[in-house]
């Protein structure tokens, strides 16, 4: 049993501890005698009426120092959980970027594939007068024996003696100079296409990719329609023609005046790439000349004969030549085994020559001979056709007839199509960025 005062140090002390720490004083001291229970207890309790407030404060301290335990722990849960959020963002970017490297690297590697096998490089040349086909492929850098192997082929589809000096050979190679395709424009709508393989060389004759376009082309005379019509951008094949429209009411070497104008309506035949690859029919013309103005419109006769009628009807043939033709009709068409046909498009032969002249003209033959034919005959209209003794033949045409009343209308309608659109050009552009919109894409 201890003594009381161990007794009383104990209780002191006990009392000054936290709250939790009484009880188990009272356990304590239960085994104490009643008197010395009674009175240690009573002292216990002075001095916790004295000194409550310390168990009360260290309570409160201890309640606080949880709060910020648990606050600490949200704290360092929470950097944890963003850090391993960080973690796996970077690492999951690092993902992705090695996959859209890889992928970047592929799409590198076909396009340089296919820059290899399907890119060619063309170069283009004229075939020189004189030369060849073997020895114009070989400026071009291939061997004798390859130029040599390539006409071999070439010769199954075309026939190499109708090249012609002017006409362009493109030789394409690949990136790395391997040669890939040889091309031969026979003319504006068929090429020769030649192309190696692994044992000689493969050739064909393709039909060049085209569209016929109407457009107009306007121009302003300052020395020479010739001048003139290239200042345009357009090609001298259209001043020929215009002049063999106009050729027979102008003398376009001596009648055009600095300031004349002309005008046309055309069909113009484009490649793919734009590339202007040649005119089709002028359906309407226009030129003025010292202040007056001579129209052409493209139309037929009753038999569909094709002419060019001035906007009152009258065809122009009326009026073509001003001087006599035995003092020099000009010729309209030579004789050729080869002429390009004006409303065919083709080449074929022409065994004649063809010339203007003006309604009531004697017509003289070029020798004596017996008629064996007079009328109308064909395509061709009246004629008058003359055998000679020495075994030739001559054929002699007259000017076409003014469009017929029975085809006055067609004639009327086309003259409100195509009249307007020589007086304002811009109508034309404006109707053809229309008709593209509305193609289907």
């Not at 005062?5 to 709250?19: K, L, N, V």
């Not at 202040?291 to 009258?314: E, I, M, N, V, W």
Request: positive net charge; aromatic residues 10%; charged residues 25%.
């Amino acid at each position: 049993m201890p003594s009381r005062g161990a007794a009383s140090r104990q209780c002191r002390d006990r009392c000054r501890e936290p709250a939790t720490g009484l009880t188990a004083f009272r356990f304590a001291v239960g085994g104490l005698g009643a008197g010395e229970g009674k009175r240690f207890d009573g002292d216990c309790n002075l001095r916790q009426k004295s000194e409550g407030h310390y168990a009360v404060k260290v309570s409160e301290a201890s309640g606080f120092g949880g709060i910020v335990n648990r606050r600490f722990l949200f704290l360092v849960l929470f950097v944890c959980a963003a850090g391993a959020a960080t973690l796996g963002y970077a690492f999951q970017r690092r993902i992705a970027t090695t996959a859209e490297f890889d992928r970047e690297l592929k799409l590198a590697k076909d396009e340089a594939q296919r820059i290899r096998e399907q890119v060619i490089l063309p170069t283009e040349k004229k075939v020189p007068a004189g030369e060849n086909f073997t020895a114009a492929l070989q400026k071009f850098g291939l061997s004798a024996e390859e130029a040599a192997n390539a006409s071999a082929a070439a010769q199954h589809a075309f026939n190499l003696r109708q090249v012609r000096a002017g006409n362009t050979i493109t030789v394409g190679r690949s990136v790395e100079g391997t040669l890939r395709e040889i091309d031969y424009k026979i003319d504006a709508d068929r090429m020769l296409k030649i192309v190696p393989e692994d044992l000689g060389f493969t050739a064909q004759i393709r039909e060049i990719p085209s569209k016929m376009e109407v457009t107009a082309v306007t121009g302003r005379v300052d020395d020479s329609l010739f001048n003139a019509v290239e200042d345009a951008g357009e090609s001298a094949e259209l001043a020929m023609r215009l002049g063999q429209i106009f050729g027979y009411d102008l003398d376009f070497y001596t009648d055009p005046r600095k300031g004349d104008t002309f005008r046309m309506v055309l069909e113009k035949k484009k490649y793919a790439n734009g590339q202007v690859a040649g005119y089709g029919r002028i359906l309407a013309a226009e030129y003025e000349n010292a202040g007056k103005k001579y129209q052409a419109l493209l139309f037929h006769d009753p038999t569909g004969r094709p002419g060019y009628y001035s906007a009152d009807g009258k065809s122009l043939q009326k009026a073509f030549l001003r001087s006599p033709l035995k003092f020099g009709a000009p010729v309209t068409s030579h004789f050729s085994k080869a002429r390009f046909h004006p409303i065919l498009k083709t080449y074929r032969a022409h065994l004649g020559t063809d010339y203007g002249a003006p309604v009531g003209t004697p017509v003289q033959t070029i020798g004596s001979g017996k008629v064996i034919f007079a009328g109308r005959k064909g395509g061709e209209g009246n004629m008058v056709q003359i055998a000679h003794f020495n075994g030739y033949e001559t054929m002699y045409l007259p000017p076409s007839d003014p469009v017929s009343k029975k085809n006055l209308p067609e004639f009327a309608a086309l003259r409100e199509k195509w009249l307007p659109l020589l007086k304002n050009p811009e109508l034309l552009q404006v109707n053809a960025a229309a008709a593209s919109a509305a193609e289907p894409r």
